[in-house]
T-cell receptor
Framework: NAGVMQNPRHLVRRRGQEARLRCSPM?????VYWYRQLPEEGLKFMVY????????ESGMPKERFSAEFPKEGPSILRIQQVVRGDSAAYFC??????????FGSGTQLSVL | DQQVKQNSPSLSVQEGRISILNCDYT??????FLWYKKYPAEGPTFLIS?????DKNEDGRFTVFLNKSAKHLSLHIVPSQPGDSAVYFC???????????FGDGTTLTVKP
C-alpha cells in the first residue's frame, strides 16, 4: 500500500510563472489536505478537499492559489504568478476519515 | 496570534534518558491533540494523540500528558534513542483532526 505520493519533490520557478503541485492520496483515503511550511516555522493549514469538493479553504491565500481534487487523478495545488514569498515546502496529507494525517514527502518550491 | 506554541526550539538529551517535549495552546475549543515526528526531507509522521477526555495516553516508549486547565501538553520519550532525533510537532484541532493547528516544532537530538 503506497503512501501519499507528491511530485515533483523539488520545483524551481521564476517570478510570474505558474507552479503545479500534485498529490495522490493513500489508497482508500478520501480526505486530502494541503499544508505549507515556511522556513523555521510549523505547518500551516491551507485547504481541505474531498473528491470534487473543497470542504475548507480558510487557509488559502485569496489570490493566485487554487486547489482541486477531481473525480479521477491526483489533487492539484496551483499557484499562479508565483512570488519569492511563495517559496516553501508544500505538504499534502490524506486521511480515511477526519483523524490523524498521513503526509507525503512534500514539494520544495523555490521561486527565483 | 499563535494558538499552539512550542517554546523550546531545540532539546538535547543523552541516550537512555527521558526526553520531555512541551506544548502550550490558547484556544479552549481544541479537543484533540497530536504529535508528529519529522525527519529531514520527509513528511511528518503521526506519533501519538490524545483527546480532551483523557489526561494520559501511552504507546510504548511514548506517553502524552494533557493538562486542560493549564492548556498544556507534553510528550515523554523514555528511554530516548538516537533514532528519535528529529523535529517534533505538536498539533491541536477541534472537530476535524485533519485540520490541525501546528506548533513551530522542537528539534530533539539524542546523543549516543
Amino acid at each position: 500500500n503506497a503512501g501519499v505520493m507528491q511530485n515533483p519533490r523539488h520545483l524551481v520557478r521564476r517570478r510570474g510563472q505558474e507552479a503545479r503541485l500534485r498529490c495522490s492520496p493513500m489508497k482508500g483515503h478520501s480526505h486530502v489536505y494541503w499544508y505549507r511550511q515556511l522556513p523555521e516555522e510549523g505547518l500551516k493549514f491551507m485547504v481541505y478537499l474531498q473528491k470534487e469538493n473543497i470542504i475548507d479553504e480558510s487557509g488559502m491565500p485569496k489570490e493566485r492559489f487554487s486547489a482541486e481534487f477531481p473525480k479521477e487523478g491526483p489533487s492539484i495545488l496551483r499557484i499562479q504568478q508565483v512570488v519569492r514569498g511563495d517559496s516553501a515546502a508544500y505538504f499534502c496529507a490524506s486521511s480515511p476519515t477526519d483523524g490523524e494525517l498521513f503526509f507525503g514527502s512534500g514539494t520544495q518550491l523555490s521561486v527565483l | 496570534d499563535q494558538q499552539v506554541k512550542q517554546n523550546s526550539p531545540s532539546l538535547s538529551v543523552q541516550e537512555g534518558r527521558i526526553s520531555i517535549l512541551n506544548c502550550d495552546y490558547t484556544n479552549s475549543m481544541f479537543d484533540y491533540f497530536l504529535w508528529y515526528k519529522k525527519y529531514p526531507a520527509e513528511g511528518p509522521t503521526f506519533l501519538i494523540s490524545i483527546s480532551s477526555i483523557k489526561d494520559k495516553n501511552e504507546d510504548g516508549r511514548f506517553t502524552v500528558f494533557l493538562n486542560k486547565s493549564a492548556k498544556h501538553l507534553s510528550l515523554h520519550i523514555v528511554p530516548s534513542q538516537p533514532g528519535d532525533s528529529a523535529v517534533y510537532f505538536c498539533a491541536a484541532s477541534s472537530l476535524n483532526a485533519g485540520k490541525s493547528t501546528f506548533g513551530d516544532g522542537t528539534t530533539l537530538t539524542v546523543k549516543p
